[in-house]
C-alpha cells in the first residue's frame, strides 16, 4: 500500500508539470496571437482613424494626396446584409440551382456574384469577424464559438455607428455578443440549437415588413411636414440604415442530414424567395426617398458532404459573396465560372460603397473587376489609394519597413498623380496594377507573420519534456517490477539530490532572467509573480529527483535482467515508432485513421498468432482471429473519414438511401435488441432481488423509449428525456450496490448502460457498430487468456482509438457530431450540449476502456501500471507535438491541420485523466 501511494504521489507531481507545461505552451502559441489581432485597434484607439485616411505618416514617404479623397461621400446611403449560415458556393453558382430569383439578377447585370474564399476554422465566429473586421481569423475562436466575447477590434460596424448610423439586427445571437449596444434594435435567435430548421429562420423573416415599414411610415411623416410647414423645421430620425439579417436553417439542415437532404431545396427557395422580397422592397424605397441601398448576399462558410464544417476542405472553404441593386446595371459579358475573392475582401469593399472608414486591421483588398464596373477612372483611383493608405498602416503596425513596398507604393502614387495631370490610359492602368500589387504583399506580409510567444513556447516545452522523463521511468519501474535487484546503493543519496539541486537552479536562473531581461518580449511566464515561479521550480527539482532515483532502480534491474527481447515486442515498439513518426506530417495527420487502422489489425495479428501457437495450433483458435479481423474490416468500411476520402462511398452513405431506409431501420431495432438483451441477462451477478429487477426494468424501458425515438415514432424530447431519466437510474443503481460486490461483473452493467447513452446519441446508421464493439471485445477475450498485461492494455487502447476514426470522427473539427448533442433538449445550454459532444466523439475510447478494466481484473498494482502506461504514452505525443508545432509554426496548414490535431490531444489528455481518476475509484470500491 505505501508503494502503490509513493506512486501515486510521482504521478500527481508530473501531471502537475505536465498541465503548467501545456498550459504554458497554449498560452504561446493559440491566447498570444488572440490577444495580438486586437493589440492594434487598442494602440490607435485614441486615433481619428478617419482623418488618417488621407494623411499617412511612415516610411512610405509621399506628398500626394489625391482631390476630394474624403471618403464620407458615399455611393450607397443603406444597406440590407443578409448572411445565410453555410450557404455553399455551388448552392449558387451551380448550373442547376434552387436560386433563380438571384441568378437572374446575376444575368442582368443588377448584381456581382463571387465565390468568397474562407480561411479554417470555418465557424461561425471567426467568420463573422472576417466578414466584418476583415482581419486574420483567431484559431481560439474556434472555442470561443461557444461563448463569444464582446469585440474589441475594429470594424464596419463601429465606423458605421461613429458616424451616426442607426443599425437593426435579427437573427443569430452570436452578433449581439460580439456588438453589445450596437443595435439600435435587435431580437437573437440562439444558433446551437440545430434541431430547429424552420422556425429559427420564421423569428428572422417576420422582422422584414415591419423594418420597411418604418422607412414608409418615415417618409410619410416627412412629406406631410413638409406639406404642412412648408420646410422642415427639424430633420427627423430616419428608423435605420443598415439592417443585418442572419438565417441559420440551412445550417441546421446540414448538420442533422447534409447537403443533400430532402429539405435543403425547399430552404434554397426560402432563401430565394426572401432575397426577392427584399430586393423589391429596396427598389421601392429607393424610389420613394431618392436614396440607394445596397444589398449584400453572403454566407460565413459553406459545408462539407456530411454537412459539418470547421476544417479547411472545399465545400467548407467555398461561401458565396453577392451585391446587389436596382441601381446596377453591368452589361460587361458574365464568366461562365465565378470570380474567386478571399472573404475578406467584402470589408474594405462595404466601406468604400458606405463610406466609412475601412477597419484599421483589415487585411481585405477592394473587388477591382466589380469597381471598375460601376465606377468612373478618377473614382476608382481614389478608392485604391484609400484602401492602400489603410493597407500600409497595418504593415506599419508589425513593426515592418520594407524598401520594395515602399518603393511600389510611390510608384503607384506618381502614376496616379501623373493620371490625373495628363489623363493617360497608361498612367491608370501603372497605377493599378501597382496599387494592386502593393496590396497583395502586404496581405501576404501579414498572412505570414506570426505572433506566437516564443518563450512560453519554448519554457513550456522543457516543462513536457520533463514530465515525459518522469513519467517513463516509472513506467519503466513498473514494467520491470518483478526484475529482481542484485544490488542497489542507499548511500549518498541525499548528496545526490543536492548536486542536482544545485546543478538545475543556475540553469533556471540563466533561461528564465537570460531571456526576460534581455529582450523585450512581453511574455506572460516572465510577468508571472514570484510564488508561482518558486512553485514551479519546486515542481521541477521534486520530478527530477523522483525520475533519478527511478532511473537507478531501472538500471539496477537491467542489470540483472536476463530475458530477451521477442519478435512480438519488436513489432510493438515498432509500431509505435511508426504512430510518432506520423505525427511530423499534414498528409499523415489528416489521414490518422489510416495509421491507426494499419497498428491495430497488426496487434490483433500478432495477439491472434500467438494465442494460434499457444494452443498447439487449435483451429478455434483461428477461426475466433479470422472472425475478429472481418468484423473489424467490416466496421472500418462503415465511415469514410479523414480528408481524401471523406465524401467517398460507404456503408453509412449507402443505409442512408432512401431505398435503403427499412433495412437501416432493422439494423438498428437489432442493435437496440442486442443490447437489450445484454440488459437483461448480465444483471444476475446483483445480489439484491429488488436491484437486479429495477436493473432490468429500467434497460427495457431506456431500450423501448430509444426504438421509439430514433425510428420516428415518437420522436418528442420528452422520449429522449424519458431515455436518460432510465439510464440515470441505472446508474444510480450501479452506485448504490455494496462496496466490493463483484465489481468486475459491474463494470459490464456499465458497459451495457453506456450502450445504450450510445444508441440514443448517435445517428441510427452508426448503431450497429456499437454491437460491433461488443462482438469485437468477445472475440479478444477468447485470444486473450495468456496475454500480457500490459500489451492487453496497449491492444484495447489502439482498438479504442481506431473506434473513434470509426464512428466517423477525424482530426479535423468538422466532424464533430453536434446534431446529436441536443437529442432530448428543448433549448441551447453550453454545459449539457458539451457534455453530450464529449460522449458522442468518445463513445468508442470510453467503450474499449472500461472493457479493459473488466477483462484485466484490475487490482490497485495493475492500476498503477495503467494509468503509468497511459500518462507515458500520452506525455510523448504531446511532447513530440508541441515540438513540432513550435518548429512549424509558420507552415502553410498550422492553423487548418496541425491545431485541430493539438486541439484534439489535448481533449484526449483530458480524457485519460478522467478514466484514471474513474479507475482509481472503482479500484478503492
Not at 519554448?458 to 514530465?467: E, R, Y
Not at 445517428?763 to 500489451?791: C, H
Amino acid at each position: 500500500m505505501k508503494l502503490i501511494s509513493n506512486d501515486l504521489i510521482k504521478i500527481s507531481v508530473n501531471l502537475c508539470i505536465f498541465f503548467i507545461g501545456l498550459w504554458i505552451f497554449f498560452e504561446g502559441m493559440f491566447l498570444s496571437q488572440s490577444n495580438a489581432s486586437s493589440s492594434l485597434f487598442q494602440s490607435e484607439v485614441t486615433q481619428d482613424v478617419e482623418a488618417n485616411s488621407t494623411h499617412f505618416t511612415s516610411s512610405f514617404q509621399s506628398n500626394f494626396i489625391p482631390l476630394d479623397t474624403n471618403r464620407s461621400n458615399s455611393t450607397f446611403d443603406r444597406m440590407v446584409f443578409v448572411l445565410v449560415d453555410a450557404f455553399r458556393s455551388d448552392f449558387l453558382f451551380k448550373e442547376k440551382n434552387e436560386m433563380k430569383f438571384i441568378s437572374s439578377l446575376l444575368n442582368e447585370g443588377k448584381a456581382f456574384g463571387f465565390v468568397a474564399e474562407a480561411v479554417a476554422p470555418t465557424v461561425t465566429l471567426p467568420r463573422i469577424k472576417a466578414l466584418t473586421c476583415g482581419g486574420i481569423p483567431n484559431f481560439m475562436d474556434l472555442l470561443f464559438n461557444f461563448n463569444s466575447e464582446a469585440l474589441k477590434e475594429d470594424n464596419w460596424i463601429f465606423s458605421l455607428r461613429k458616424k451616426g448610423k442607426r443599425i437593426h439586427f435579427f437573427g443569430d445571437d452570436t452578433w449581439i455578443k460580439l456588438y453589445p449596444g450596437q443595435f439600435d434594435r435587435f431580437e437573437g435567435v440562439s444558433s446551437f440549437f440545430v434541431a430547429d430548421t424552420v422556425e429559427v429562420d420564421n423569428n428572422v423573416t417576420r422582422h422584414i415588413k415591419g423594418e420597411f415599414d418604418l422607412w414608409n411610415s418615415f417618409v410619410e411623416k416627412k412629406e406631410r411636414r413638409v406639406e404642412e410647414e412648408g420646410k422642415e423645421k427639424e430633420e427627423l430620425q430616419h428608423p435605420w440604415d443598415a439592417l443585418i439579417l442572419h438565417y441559420l436553417g440551412l445550417d441546421h439542415i446540414g448538420h442533422l442530414e447534409g447537403p443533400n437532404s430532402p429539405l435543403m431545396p425547399g430552404k434554397q427557395r426560402e432563401i430565394d424567395g426572401i432575397l426577392r422580397d427584399l430586393f423589391q422592397k429596396i427598389g421601392e424605397l429607393d424610389e420613394k426617398t431618392k436614396g440607394k441601398t445596397l444589398l449584400v448576399f453572403c454566407s460565413d462558410h459553406g459545408m462539407n458532404e456530411l454537412g459539418n464544417h470547421g476544417g479547411s476542405s472545399l465545400g467548407e472553404t467555398s461561401a458565396v459573396l453577392v451585391l446587389a441593386s436596382p441601381h446596377f446595371n453591368d452589361k460587361s459579358k458574365r464568366s461562365s465560372s465565378p470570380l474567386k475573392v478571399a472573404q475578406v475582401d467584402a470589408v474594405p469593399t462595404i466601406c468604400s460603397l458606405l463610406g466609412i472608414s475601412i477597419p484599421i486591421q483589415s487585411l481585405g483588398r477592394i473587388i477591382p473587376s466589380f469597381f471598375e464596373s460601376i465606377f468612373g477612372e478618377e473614382d476608382y483611383l481614389k478608392i485604391l489609394w484609400n484602401n492602400s493608405q489603410q493597407q500600409s498602416r497595418v504593415l506599419k503596425s508589425r513593426g515592418k519597413d520594407n524598401l520594395s513596398l515602399n518603393r511600389l507604393f510611390n510608384e503607384a502614387q506618381r502614376s496616379h498623380e501623373k493620371y490625373l495631370n495628363q489623363r493617360e490610359s497608361k498612367d491608370y492602368r501603372d497605377a493599378i496594377k501597382n496599387y494592386n500589387r502593393f496590396m497583395e504583399e502586404i496581405q501576404d506580409e501579414w498572412t505570414q507573420s506570426s505572433s506566437q510567444d516564443s518563450f512560453a513556447l519554448w519554457f513550456g516545452i522543457i516543462l513536457l519534456f520533463i514530465s515525459t522523463i518522469g513519467f517513463l521511468s516509472l513506467l519503466c519501474t513498473k514494467l520491470l517490477e518483478e526484475t529482481p535487484i542484485k544490488s542497489l546503493s542507499h548511500e549518498n543519496v541525499i548528496k545526490k539530490d543536492l548536486l542536482l539541486l544545485f546543478m538545475i537552479t543556475p540553469f533556471t536562473f540563466m533561461i528564465w532572467n537570460g531571456f526576460c531581461n534581455q529582450t523585450e518580449q512581453n511574455s506572460p511566464v516572465c510577468s508571472s509573480s514570484l510564488g508561482f515561479k518558486s512553485f514551479i521550480f519546486l515542481l521541477v527539482f521534486a520530478s527530477l529527483v523522483i525520475a533519478r532515483r527511478d532511473i537507478e532502480v531501472v538500471l539496477a534491474k537491467s542489470r540483472s535482467w536476463k530475458g530477451s527481447i521477442r519478435w512480438d515486442s519488436l513489432i510493438v515498439c515498432t509500431c509505435i515508432f511508426l504512430y510518432f513518426a506520423g505525427l511530423l506530417g499534414s498528409s499523415t495527420i489528416e489521414e490518422e485513421h489510416q495509421t491507426f487502422y494499419f497498428i491495430t489489425t497488426t496487434l490483433l495479428l500478432v495477439q491472434s498468432w500467438k494465442d494460434f501457437r499457444g494452443k498447439s495450433k487449435d483451429l478455434s483458435s483461428l477461426l475466433y482471429s479470422i472472425s475478429l479481423l472481418f468484423i473489424s474490416k467490416v466496421m472500418r468500411s462503415w465511415n469514410q473519414t479523414g480528408n481524401k476520402w471523406l465524401g467517398g462511398p460507404d456503408i453509412h452513405k449507402w443505409l442512408l438511401k432512401e431505398e435503403n431506409q427499412f433495412f437501416c431501420g432493422v439494423l438498428f431495432i437489432f442493435s437496440s435488441l442486442f443490447v437489450l438483451s445484454l440488459g437483461l441477462v448480465s444483471p444476475n451477478s446483483i445480489q439484491s432481488s429488488l436491484k437486479r429487477k429495477t436493473f432490468k426494468m429500467l434497460s427495457f424501458l431506456a431500450s423501448f423509449g430509444i426504438v421509439l425515438y430514433k425510428m420516428g415514432l415518437f420522436p418528442h424530447v420528452e422520449t429522449a428525456q424519458f431515455v436518460y431519466f432510465c439510464i440515470f437510474t441505472m446508474i444510480l443503481v450501479l452506485l448504490s450496490l455494496p462496496k466490493g460486490e463483484n465489481w468486475i461483473s459491474r463494470i459490464e452493467l456499465y458497459l451495457i448502460t453506456f450502450s445504450q447513452l450510445f444508441l440514443l446519441l448517435h445517428k441510427v446508421p452508426n448503431a450497429f457498430l456499437i454491437v460491433g464493439f461488443w462482438v469485437q471485445t468477445f472475440l479478444i477475450s477468447l485470444l486473450n487468456q495468456k496475454n500480457e498485461f500490459w500489451r492487453s492494455i496497449l491492444t484495447l487502447r489502439w482498438m479504442g482509438y481506431s473506434s473513434f476514426f470509426i464512428l466517423g470522427n477525424s482530426n479535423g473539427i468538422s466532424t464533430i457530431d453536434i446534431s446529436g448533442a441536443y437529442t432530448g433538449l428543448s433549448s441551447y445550454n453550453e454545459f449539457v450540449v458539451g457534455s453530450l459532444v464529449a460522449i458522442i466523439g468518445l463513445s468508442g475510447p470510453l467503450f474499449f476502456f472500461l472493457y479493459g478494466i473488466q477483462m484485466n481484473n484490475n487490482s490497485q498494482g495493475n492500476a498503477i501500471k495503467s494509468i503509468s502506461m497511459i500518462f507515458g504514452f500520452r506525455s510523448v505525443v504531446i511532447l513530440i507535438f508541441s515540438l513540432f508545432i513550435a518548429t512549424h509554426r509558420h507552415h502553410l496548414f498550422i492553423w487548418s491541420v496541425f491545431s485541430p490535431k493539438y486541439i484534439y490531444e489535448i481533449a484526449f489528455t483530458l480524457f485519460d485523466v478522467i478514466q484514471s481518476l474513474f479507475l482509481l475509484l472503482l479500484i478503492k470500491r
